[in-house]
């Protein structure tokens, strides 16, 4: 028996186990995509008001659960609500439209060699970590490939090196700065003194000619006093007696100022050869110090050859999956984005928790789903259960045999990798060019499988399939890959491989199938 259960989202609360009055045409489910369901109500259970004080169909407020017996079809958000007359049109998307727009919000992750399930695992629980978020989706499942490699670690550690040791060069060459602005200030007072000195030894030369002159004068004195004394004239011996006195005052005096400004010279020697032995010194702590910067230099220049190195690597190999809060990284297409590169699909799966409904999702490596080619598996023909007519699609101008990428990077340094397939037809390029692709095996993965997809370019985009023995409802499922058949005007008897990547199953008992080329998916992790 059919039920509707329905919950507050933010709480996760049940405000009905069995809401009856809800109209279902449609249950729409997608591979690795967010699935919705149409349903209608009348206006005046719309206007319903729930247990706690709450519109009970709010738009992003309200959860509801279809179960079928035990078995729950389809669980979802309201998402849009439209006021049509007598009846109102919801929209229930499933649940996991919660993750579109949202933006990482937490602290920087960079992971290296790490599985992606485990980055959709905390995606996931990021986006449910803020109040009013938590709506209990879980993550299982998990791969074996590994993004993201410890270049980026590498070249974190690289910078932080060669900033430390930028940092140590500063700081020694600050050293050595003041070091030689303190024996340049010591050389100038020594300049200084060598000037003071200069004039000093002036002053001495002067005063031994002044010395010299006093001595001169005084033997002349001495002469005149002996002349005098033989005059006998006692006015004439005096007068030379005094100026043989005052001559030696003047020797006297003169010899007093040579020895004080001798006196001078020497003091101002001592101190000129003390601040050259200090200049001497300082010159040596220079040198010293000297030889200790160009040690820093030469480290730090080695350091910078590292960082540069480890930009390099991180740039070829793509570096660490990296989460930034400040890049407002939309947590849904991060996802999507994982899937297709690793790749691996991903499925809603819905169950009871005692009395509760809960939501999974399911990853599967490196697809979820089978080949429907056995005996018992069922087939899907024109006619027989396949009820519209076959309308496949083909466009000459997406064909292409040989397809360039362009990645990562600027310029010559970007990621480059070109793949060809030569089939008979002309050669004929197509161009992939996404800055997101980070490595050279990314690149190849997705080149494959963009040149696989040119390859083949008629394809059935969708089918609808009666509820036929040959088709049960049940026996096939997302992911699935299916044999289509039947006649198409124009064109003559058509089979082709198609994977199942959406279903909508209808209320007179059809399915609207949704189709992929088969070939156009890449499994795996590329080739070389």
């Known amino acids: 028996m059919q039920r509707v259960i329905i919950q507050r989202a933010s709480t996760r609360e049940v405000l009905t186990y069995d809401f009856r009055g809800l109209s279902f045409s449609t249950v729409t489910r997608e591979l690795s995509a967010v699935g919705t369901m149409p349903v209608s109500v009348k206006a005046s259970q719309g206007k319903s008001i729930a247990s706690d004080g709450r519109p009970l169909f709010d738009e992003w407020g309200t959860i509801i659960t279809l179960d079928d017996d035990g078995q729950i079809r389809f669980r979802g958000l309201v998402t849009e609500l439209e006021y049509a007359g007598p009846e109102w049109k919801l929209t229930v998307s499933a649940l996991p439209t919660v993750l579109y727009g949202c933006p990482y919000d937490d602290a920087p992750y960079y992971?290296?060699?790490?599985?992606?399930?485990?980055?959709?695992?905390?995606?996931?629980?990021?986006?449910?970590?803020?109040?009013?978020?938590?709506?209990?989706?879980?993550?299982?499942?998990?791969?074996?490939?590994?993004?993201?490699?410890?270049?980026?670690?590498?070249?974190?550690?690289?910078?932080?090196?060669?900033?430390?040791?930028?940092?140590?060069?500063?700081?020694?060459?600050?050293?050595?700065?003041?070091?030689?602005?303190?024996?340049?200030?010591?050389?100038?007072?020594?300049?200084?003194?060598?000037?003071?000195r200069a004039g000093s030894s002036k002053d001495l030369s002067a005063a031994k000619k002044a010395l010299t002159a006093a001595k001169r004068a005084q033997t002349a004195a001495e002469s005149a006093l002996k002349a005098a004394q033989k005059t006998k004239d006692p006015a004439k011996i005096a007068a030379a007696q005094a100026a043989l006195t005052a001559a030696k005052a003047g020797v006297t005096s003169a010899a007093g100022t040579v020895k004080a400004r001798q006196d001078a010279l020497d003091g101002r020697d001592d101190?000129?050869?003390?601040?050259?032995?200090?200049?001497?010194?300082?010159?040596?702590?220079?040198?010293?110090?000297?030889?200790?910067?160009?040690?820093?230099?030469?480290?730090?220049?080695?350091?910078?050859?590292?960082?540069?190195?480890?930009?390099?690597?991180?740039?070829?190999?793509?570096?660490?999956?990296?989460?930034?809060?400040?890049?407002?990284?939309?947590?849904?297409?991060?996802?999507?984005?994982?899937?297709?590169?690793?790749?691996?699909?991903?499925?809603?799966?819905?169950?009871?928790?005692?009395?509760?409904?809960?939501?999974?999702?399911?990853?599967?490596?490196?697809?979820?789903?089978?080949?429907?080619?056995?005996?018992?598996?069922?087939?899907?023909?024109?006619?027989?259960?396949?009820?519209?007519?076959?309308?496949?699609?083909?466009?000459?101008?997406?064909?292409?045999?040989?397809?360039?990428?362009?990645?990562?990077?600027?310029?010559?340094?970007?990621?480059?990798?070109?793949?060809?397939k030569r089939d008979g037809r002309v050669r004929r390029v197509a161009t992939l060019q996404s800055k997101d692709i980070k490595s050279k095996q990314e690149m190849v993965t997705r080149l494959q499988a963009e040149l696989v997809a040119r390859q083949q370019t008629l394809a059935v985009d969708s089918i609808t399939v009666a509820n036929h023995p040959n088709s049960p409802r049940g026996t096939y499922g997302l992911g699935d890959d299916i044999y289509v058949q039947g006649r198409v005007p124009h064109y003559g008897e058509f089979g082709l491989w198609h994977r199942i990547v959406g279903l909508t199953e209808k209320t007179d008992g059809t399915t609207e199938v949704s189709l992929q080329l088969t070939d156009s998916f890449t499994y795996g992790a590329g080739v070389d």
Not at 120 to 148: E, Y
Not at 162 to 180: G, H
Not at 289 to 313: F, G, P, Y
């Open 111 to 196: 992971g290296a060699e790490v599985d992606p399930a485990s980055i959709v695992r905390k995606l996931v629980a990021n986006a449910q970590s803020f109040p009013d978020s938590d709506l209990g989706i879980t993550v299982v499942g998990s791969t074996p490939v590994k993004v993201g490699s410890f270049s980026t670690q590498r070249r974190i550690e690289a910078e932080a090196y060669y900033d430390e040791k930028v940092r140590d060069y500063k700081a020694e060459n600050k050293t050595l700065q003041a070091l030689r602005k303190i024996v340049a200030a010591t050389r100038k007072t020594a300049a200084s003194q060598r000037s003071t």
């Open 271 to 420: 101190t000129l050869t003390a601040t050259n032995a200090r200049i001497k010194t300082q010159q040596a702590a220079v040198d010293a110090q000297a030889a200790i910067v160009k040690t820093m230099k030469e480290r730090k220049d080695k350091a910078s050859e590292l960082k540069s190195a480890a930009q390099q690597a991180e740039s070829e190999d793509g570096g660490a999956y990296a989460l930034e809060a400040w890049e407002a990284q939309d947590c849904g297409r991060l996802i999507d984005d994982l899937a297709k590169d690793a790749p691996f699909d991903w499925v809603e799966e819905h169950y009871w928790s005692g009395d509760l409904p809960q939501t999974r999702i399911r990853i599967a490596y490196p697809r979820t789903g089978r080949r429907l080619s056995g005996d018992s598996d069922p087939t899907f023909q024109q006619g027989v259960n396949i009820t519209v007519q076959l309308q496949p699609t083909t466009s000459g101008g997406d064909f292409a045999n040989t397809v360039f990428g362009i990645g990562a990077g600027e310029g010559a340094g970007s990621i480059r990798r070109l793949i060809s």
